[in-house]
């Protein structure tokens, strides 16, 4: 077994109709392993709000490494109305957050209307001191989360945004 080069390496132009709401995020290295996962995932683009950094900046840049020139992103000053207007627009909104009503990312299954009409789905994540804030979760029509296993109840919001999304491919 050998690791492969670069250009060995078979690309794909292929996209999924998911996107990322990254509101009120503070650390712009968060922001560019987001802008780095949504490349490598073949993600629909990102959605920055509130006081998320956005580009340019030196630290989103160094760990986007190049994929915010390639990744679609929309800046919103306002979180909430950002979120309306996507699901006026018809999109799917599922928050990844522990809730009293959410369903583990090992189980969770799309609902076949959705996966079958093509619509949008955002991906909703919180912030990283504070989670998924109510008023964002009430405009939810899911909520899903990693299962915990040790002692901590979260994990840093770019690790779980990467798991929560290749488990959220399986459906596509």
Known sequence: MRQLEHHEIKTSSKRHPLRLLCPDWRDP???????RLADAAGLAGLLLAGTTPQPPHPKID???RSTVRSVP????????????????DGAYIVALEITDQSQSLLQYQLPAKVLSSG???????????????????????????LPMFGQNTSMNVAV?????????????
Not at 129 to 144: A, I, Q
Not at 163 to 170: K, M, T
């Open 62 to 64: 160094k760990t986007a």
């Open 160 to 172: 779980a945004l990467g798991a929560a999304v290749y488990l959220l491919l399986r459906n596509y």
């Open 73 to 88: 992103y929309t800046y919103g000053d306002n979180p909430e109305a950002l979120l309306r207007q996507f699901k006026c």
């Open 119 to 145: 619509r949008e789905v955002v991906l909703v994540t919180g912030a990283e001191d504070h989670g998924v804030p109510p008023r964002l979760l009430t405009l939810c029509d899911d909520s899903v989360h």
């Open 29 to 35: 290295r968060n922001v560019g392993s987001a802008f």
